[in-house]
């Protein structure tokens, strides 16, 4: 299957900078990929995203090398907005992506602006909405939503205009876990449920190594590492060494894949799986029990 986004040999700097935000990059988001994004600050990864969702070139200026292809066509010779309908993207600032002030207001600018037949608006509203379990907040003021649901309007707003891909730049940045979770569990339901390929740029690894179908780590505008979660988590000293963290679960079975205590592979990626581990562990270790004296 041909890749919905491919991106070949991409190098961009900013305006006149000499300093390139990415260098040489080479990637393809596959139909279906619930794709992580991580790395440390300045490595590229927003930049990365606006290649994807075409602000690059289009909105962001400078030297540019190499191609983006986005359904089969390059990003350079098509419009934003036709970009725009194949991939949709929700900016880290969620204040600063509202234009209105209440839910539907938000769900129908997009949706005119787009020339999105008014005969169809209103299912549009109503799937989006539904999909994402915000059904009850259409009459609400957006500036009485919490954080989560705030992320949840913006990619409502983005899914009633039935993009293929949803690029996220850090959704979860300023929610606490229990929010975090609920925009992850979000976009698993799209990507599984809607077949809407999911493009995340993400710095709580623990959440992306559970719902992630792969991984792509950045450093200096380049791709350092990817892979699935189990193959760039085990990686550990490495993605330490970049200046990215991995998840606490798979910190440990590292430790003791490096100790020689268990045998080096898949590191765990959840709570379970290093319970279970450990229980393993100890009853290997344990001494049997003596025969009873006659």
């Known amino acids: 299957m041909d890749p919905i986004i491919r991106i070949d040999h991409v190098s961009?700097?900013?305006g006149e900078a000499s300093a390139r935000a990415l260098d040489d990059v080479t990637l393809s988001v596959r139909p279906g990929d619930f794709l992580g994004?991580?790395?440390?600050?300045?490595?590229?990864?927003?930049?990365l995203a606006s290649a994807m969702s075409g602000a690059i070139p289009h909105h962001y200026t400078?030297?540019?090398f190499?191609?983006?292809l986005v359904d089969g066509k390059d990003t350079c010779a098509v419009t934003l907005t036709g970009i725009s309908q194949v991939v949709g993207s929700v900016l880290q600032d969620i204040d600063t992506q509202m234009v209105a002030s209440v839910v539907e207001d938000e769900m129908l600018f997009g949706l005119e602006n787009f020339g999105v037949p008014h005969s169809q608006i209103e299912e549009r509203v109503i799937d989006a909405l539904e999909t994402v379990g915000i059904a009850d907040l259409r009459e609400r003021d957006i500036a009485t939503l919490s954080g989560g649901q705030k992320q949840k309007v913006a990619i409502a707003a983005i899914l009633a205009l039935r993009p293929r891909v949803l690029v996220l730049d850090e959704p979860t940045a300023a929610l606490d876990p229990?929010?975090?979770?609920?925009?992850f569990e979000t976009l698993r339901s799209i990507n599984r449920e809607l077949g809407v390929t999911?493009?995340?740029?993400?710095?709580k690894v623990a959440l992306l190594s559970e719902y992630a179908s792969r991984i792509a780590v950045m450093q200096g505008g380049r791709i350092a590492l990817e892979g699935t979660p189990s193959e760039v988590f085990s990686h550990s000293a490495e993605l330490r060494s970049i200046g990215v963290d991995s998840p606490r679960v798979t910190?440990?079975?590292n430790s003791l894949a490096a100790r020689g205590l268990i045998e080096a592979g898949e590191p765990c990626l959840n709570v379970r799986e290093a319970?279970?581990?450990i229980q393993n562990l100890c009853k290997a270790s344990s001494p049997a029990p003596r025969a009873a004296a006659t």
């Open 62 to 64: 400078g030297p540019l």
């Open 251 to 253: 910190r440990i079975s």
């Open 66 to 68: 190499g191609s983006v």
């Open 178 to 183: 229990a929010s975090s979770r609920m925009v």
């Open 37 to 47: 994004i991580i790395g440390p600050s300045g490595a590229g990864k927003t930049t």
């Open 12 to 14: 961009f700097s900013y």
């Open 198 to 203: 999911v493009v995340i740029i993400e710095q």
């Open 275 to 277: 319970s279970l581990l």
